[in-house]
């Protein structure tokens, strides 16, 4: 599951209109569980950037995944992806495969969006069934948008179905993670 990615600070500058964007210092680009890392929240409908903490933690584990396919009926994220819906930028994302190799993803965009929820001060990325290319590596892929779908996301009234027709952007591994066959 993805529990690592990247943010550039190249990139993370094409977000300087949006509000917030002052307050956050990006001190590192890798992102891992646990880690700060900036989300874009909606208040009063306007995009809103805001760091917070990679993860729920729960009885002292912490959760960063939560599956688009059912997220509405579980209990701890159905109110969140009601009322409290995020974005996550980002450059690239990683994600192990069987035998626990971390390979990294890119998109065509160099900046493009993870869904996820947040609650306090901590937040979680939606996942899915994966594209052709991330299923050669792992059985789920974080669930990605492209920029101009990212007020869609953020609209409370757009419901499961609704976020379903989303399109994700060509996500691809990056040619220095791709696995080798020496046959």
């Known amino acids: 599951m993805c529990r690592h990615y990247q943010i550039?600070?190249?990139?993370?500058?094409?977000?300087?209109?949006?509000?917030?964007?002052?307050d956050i210092i990006l001190?590192?680009?890798?992102?891992?569980?646990?880690?700060?890392?900036p989300i874009i929240m909606a208040i009063d409908r306007k995009p809103y950037l805001r760091e917070m903490g990679?993860?729920?933690?729960?009885?002292d584990k912490p959760v960063y995944n939560a599956r688009i396919e059912t997220v509405s009926e579980r209990p701890l994220f159905a109110d969140l992806f009601k009322k409290q819906r995020c974005l996550i930028p980002i450059t690239a994302f990683f994600e192990d495969d069987e035998y626990h190799v971390e390979h990294r993803f890119k998109a065509?965009?160099?900046?493009f969006y993870l869904?996820?929820?947040?609650?306090?001060?901590?937040?979680?990325i939606l996942t899915k069934k994966p594209n052709e290319e991330v299923a050669y590596y792992h059985y789920r892929m974080p669930f990605a948008i492209n920029q101009d779908e990212a007020?869609?996301?953020?609209?409370?009234?757009?419901?499961?179905?609704?976020?379903?027709?989303?399109?994700?952007?060509?996500?691809?591994a990056d040619?220095?993670?791709?696995?080798?066959s020496l046959f």
């Open 27 to 37: 001190k590192q680009k890798d992102i891992k569980v646990l880690n700060k890392a």
């Open 108 to 111: 065509k965009e160099k900046l």
């Open 151 to 172: 007020s869609f996301y953020l609209d409370e009234t757009k419901t499961l179905l609704d976020i379903g027709t989303l399109k994700s952007p060509d996500i691809k």
């Open 54 to 59: 990679f993860g729920f933690t729960l009885y």
């Open 115 to 124: 869904l996820g929820l947040y609650s306090h001060n901590e937040f979680v």
């Open 8 to 22: 550039e600070s190249d990139e993370f500058t094409s977000l300087k209109s949006v509000s917030g964007y002052s």
């Open 175 to 180: 040619d220095s993670s791709t696995q080798l």
